[in-house]
């Protein structure tokens, strides 16, 4: 889903923070994005742990400025949030 939101929102013509734990499937998302004209930032960040989080959105800030929007797609295994 989030994927699927970013490449929404790049053809929107919005420019996008992608945040994620996977190293290797972020990049593969901030790469397409990229070969498509996409202004993106990749930033690897556990979302689980609120200072790494902290951290994240503030290098997301500093590189953007303030959002226009946030779009959060968090992950469940079952009954767990992860």
Do not use: F
Not at 68 to 82: E, F, H, L, M
């Amino acid at each position: 889903m989030g994927r699927a939101i970013a490449r929404a929102y790049v053809e929107a013509g919005m420019r996008v923070a992608l945040m994620d734990v996977q190293v290797d499937k972020l990049q593969q998302l901030a790469d397409e994005l990229t070969r498509t004209g996409a202004d993106c930032l990749p930033i690897v960040v556990d979302l689980a742990d609120e200072k790494a989080t902290q951290v994240a959105v503030q290098q997301a800030i500093d590189h953007y400025g303030v959002p226009a929007c946030w779009s959060i797609t968090p992950r469940y295994y079952g009954n767990v949030p992860c």
